[in-house]
Nanobody, 123 residues
Framework: QVQLEESGGGLVQAGGSLRLSCAAS????????MGWYRQALGKQVELVAT???????NYATSVKGRFTISRDHAENTVYLQMNSLKPEDTAVYYC?????????????????WGQGTQVTVSS
């Protein structure tokens, strides 16, 4: 079993910054791609940013130049540094990871999600 635990959400004024963290734990063999997604009230889930195991990054157009995704392989953790926040960034942010985990002596790949953390940007 693998768990993703997020932290770092909160309330911030427009123009401010927040840093989200997501730590994976469990019988992890390898973590491939990790990423952040968000869902605003009444809207669909959308991709924010992803980072591959070798560090290649991908960003939604709306956050390019303002958000930075990074990861610490040793700590099985992914970060999202969010700068110049706008009210339209308000959403629940979810961590996602493609994990190969050990289960009863075998390695199985699966996708895992965190519980979500609220980010609210006031104008």
């Amino acid at each position: 079993q693998v768990q993703l635990e997020e932290s770092g959400g909160g309330l911030v004024q427009a123009g401010g910054s927040l840093r989200l963290s997501c730590a994976a734990s469990g019988f992890i063999f390898r973590i491939n791609e990790m990423g952040w997604y968000r869902q605003a009230l009444g809207k669909q889930v959308e991709l924010v940013a992803t980072i591959s195991a070798d560090g290649r990054t991908n960003y939604a157009t709306s956050v390019k130049g303002r958000f930075t995704i990074s990861r610490d392989h040793a700590e099985n953790t992914v970060y999202l540094q969010m700068n110049s926040l706008k009210p339209e960034d308000t959403a629940v942010y979810y961590c996602n990871a493609d994990v190969e985990a050990e289960v009863k002596g075998s390695v199985w790949g699966s996708e895992y999600w965190g519980q979500g953390t609220q980010v609210t940007v006031s104008s």
